[in-house]
């Protein structure tokens, strides 16, 4: 809605919400345009801006990283390289295997994501041993 208000020899055009919007208290002006030409000065009212939030937010799932807990394994960099020489990035990932160990001192089995060194290793020194040094907890699993 429009009003136009006339101060002496200067004129000024409001604009404002319908009587129904207007459920707030009175807002602030917020923003305001003059002609230098023509002298009339345009007045605005904007409601509050609201924050943006984006519609598109990832869920939040567990990823299953590919490094051994039980040795601490990571992927290596390397590069890949052609029979050209040309040297491109690369990683060179551990071996992670899913598998059931039984667990002695548990009398069951437990499944493991674990790299074929830490089989090795397990197989050798035993399952509590190796848990302990890499301070696992086997009882939640």
Not at 30 to 35: A, D, E
Not at 83 to 90: A, E, G, I, M, Q
Not at 93 to 122: C, D, M, P
Request: hydrophobic fraction near 40%.
């Amino acid at each position: 809605m429009a009003t136009l208000v006339t101060f002496g020899s200067s004129s000024a055009l409001r604009f404002s919400k319908p009587e129904a919007l207007k459920a707030r208290p009175s807002l602030p002006l917020l923003g305001s345009l003059s002609s230098q030409l023509s002298g009339i000065k345009i007045s605005y009212n904007l409601p509050p801006l609201k924050p943006v939030s984006s519609p598109f937010s990832p869920a939040l799932q567990p990823v299953a990283r590919r490094i051994c807990p039980f040795t601490g394994k990571k992927a290596n960099k390397a590069n890949h390289v052609s029979f050209s020489n040309h040297k491109t990035k690369r990683l060179q990932f551990v071996n992670l295997q899913y598998k059931k160990v039984w667990w002695e001192a548990g009398k069951r089995y437990v499944k493991l994501r674990l790299s074929t060194k830490a089989l090795k290793t397990i197989e050798k020194n035993g399952l509590d041993a190796v848990a302990k040094k890499a301070g696992i907890d086997l009882r939640k699993e």
